[in-house]
């Protein structure tokens, strides 16, 4: 079977990664790219400034990129990633939503609008389900489904595993992320080298409500958000690829750091083509110093979560975790949430 695909602003960094990840899937096959219009036909490997770590596939390579409007995208397309800055997406992606396409978008605008699923395959799939409160809501022929922000994702699941043997009833964050979430632009090399910067626009407040919506509930009709209360602070460090976070969390039921680690290596995973076998990856207490971005950011196709550092506070625990800001965190996301909409027939 073949699921023909787009990408949305495929040339830019996330775009880029869209590419690689869905270069020799199994199912998805990409047969429509689109950028600005300054892009708009040339062949892809005129279009895009290629920074990715592998060359463009050759069909790509020669695709012509088209405008990023339904018109130009074509009707067979099962199909549609989004890697679009979040202003354009806004206008851009309802416009698809009324042609009837299906989005897998990871763009941060409409994440917490009440009928659109924000989605991780291993922690929320049956939110899925409020695809059809989205139909009736909008009156749109296809669907809208996000995925969270780098950071969110890195964290969540890792939560998700707490709760569910402990109960969770806060968490307090800070991370140190990297460059390449800021975009190939974003943080100029002046800025960043021998520096941290200790702030990053927007991005608490997406991990403060993006959590609680992924680990709240859905009825059949209405998403209410999980009761834990969560606080982040995020920084922006100069490593390339790859976010770590500190996360300290308040249960209802304290654990040993023994039962903490196997909660987290035992949530379970789910069986489609880019999900890692395990979730969460736990170093031991014979490795104090991991999980580290340079070494552990690519583990299963960079779509692991690996967290280590686990101690008791007097409230719960403390641990760091850690995930592939790029791959877990925006393009592999889309694509694994594209994935669960066809094992779930929504396309
Ligand atoms: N970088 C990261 O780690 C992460 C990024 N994201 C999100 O993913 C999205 C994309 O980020 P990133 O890839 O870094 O951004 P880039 O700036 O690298 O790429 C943007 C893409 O959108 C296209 N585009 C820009 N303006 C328009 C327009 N007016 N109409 C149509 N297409 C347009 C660009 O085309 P052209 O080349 O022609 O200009 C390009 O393909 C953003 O929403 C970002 O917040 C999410 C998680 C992580
Ligand atoms: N803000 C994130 C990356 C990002 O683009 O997030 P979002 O998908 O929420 O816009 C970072 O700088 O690391």
Redesign the pocket.
Known sequence: MTVSVGILGATGAVGQRFIQLLDGHPTFEIDALTASESSAGKPYREAAKWRADSPIPEDVAETVVGKTHPDDVGDDIDLLFSSLP?GVASEVEPEFLEAGYVVSS???NDRMAEDVPLTIPEINPGHLDLIEVQRDNRGWDGALIKNP???TITMVPTLAALDAEFGLDRADVTTL??VS??GYS?VTSMEIIDNAIPH?GG?EN?METESRKLLGSFDGAELSLHGASVNASCN?IPTLDG?LESVFVDLDDAPTPDEARDALESFPGVDLPSAPDQLIHVFGEDQPDRPQPRLDRNRDNGMAISAGGVQPTDTGLKYNCLAH?TLRG?AGASILNGELLLEEGWI
């Open positions: 979040s990871n763009s941060s922000n780098c950071s992320q990297a979430g800021a974003g990053i991005e997406k922006r976010h800001n925006a």
